[in-house]
């Protein structure tokens, strides 16, 4: 059964389609949603409220990012909870579906780009190595 889903939003066409996909779940299994936006910490900093807020992604625009799910939840008939917390995005998604209890996390994905794939990883695979739950990504 699928009682709890945790979907990661920032907004962008990936998180729209995570969004969308957690919404028809949430119909077909009557699953109650959580939408987490992160805003991410500068470079250098660790865990969900530690470290400088980036301030090209601030608190402010992912409370924008929560109420843009809120509406398109709302016009699907989705009742939802919606969490803004600040840290690492894949840390801090992980985090909250385990204090959620989520039973799938849903996260979208975007093909990177050179440079950040030799730089990092992804926020969806890290969410896939970090979770305790199923995982969802989205393309």
Do not use: W
Not at 11 to 32: P, Q, V
Not at 71 to 82: D, I, M, P
């Amino acid at each position: 059964m699928m009682k709890s889903v945790l979907v990661g939003y920032d907004d962008t066409d990936a998180s729209k389609r995570a969004l969308e996909r957690a919404a028809a779940i949430a119909k077909a299994f009557g699953s109650k949603i959580v939408v987490a936006s992160i805003a991410p910490i500068a470079a250098g900093g660790g865990g969900r409220s530690a470290g400088p807020i980036d301030s090209t992604d601030t608190p402010k625009m992912h409370i924008e990012e929560l109420h843009h799910a809120h509406e398109y939840l709302r016009g699907e008939g989705v009742e939802a909870s919606y969490e803004g917390a600040v840290g690492d995005p894949a840390d801090t998604i992980v985090e909250l579906a385990n204090t959620h209890g989520a039973d799938l996390i849903v996260v979208g994905t975007r093909e990177p780009n050179l440079v950040e794939r030799l730089l990092r990883q992804s926020v969806s695979d890290s969410v896939a190595h970090k979770a305790h739950c199923d995982v969802l990504i989205v393309h």
